[in-house]
């Protein structure tokens, strides 16, 4: 059974910075990458950050430069750190893993192509 259990949420000022971690269980051995993402309320899912299978990141532009990404294979964890926050970025924040292939750009990707944890609640004032 696979698992992905979020933490480090919370809420902060604009400006601030937060880092969520993810711990994976259960996993396949072979994953296509795994990433975080995101859901504002009453709006759709946005791509946050992702790392592909070869290791190489890759962000939405509303975050490059403020987020990073990482990974850690040994531990089984997945990293957002989160600097420079604002408003816009409050919202419900999911770590990821995608199970089977799918072209394109990670924001894209259908839902049905990963495996998702509960997230963790991100809010920021301003």
């Known amino acids: 059974q696979v698992q992905l259990v979020e933490s480090g949420g919370g809420s902060v000022e604009a400006g601030g910075s937060l880092r969520l971690s993810c711990v994976t269980s259960g996993g396949p051995e072979y994953t296509y990458g795994s990433g975080w993402f995101r859901q504002a309320p009453g709006k759709e899912r946005e791509g946050v950050a992702f790392i592909d299978s070869d290791g190489s990141p890759y962000y939405a532009s509303s975050v490059s430069g403020r987020f990073t990404i990482s990974k850690d294979n040994a531990r089984n964890t997945l990293d957002l750190q989160m600097d420079s926050l604002i408003p816009e970025d409050t919202g419900m924040y999911y770590c990821?893993?995608?199970?089977?292939?799918?072209?394109?750009?990670?924001?894209?990707?259908?839902?049905?192509?990963?495996?998702w944890g509960q997230g963790t609640q991100v809010t920021v004032s301003s």
């Open positions: 990821a893993i995608q199970w089977r292939p799918y072209g394109g750009t990670f924001h894209r990707r259908p839902a049905s192509t990963f495996y």
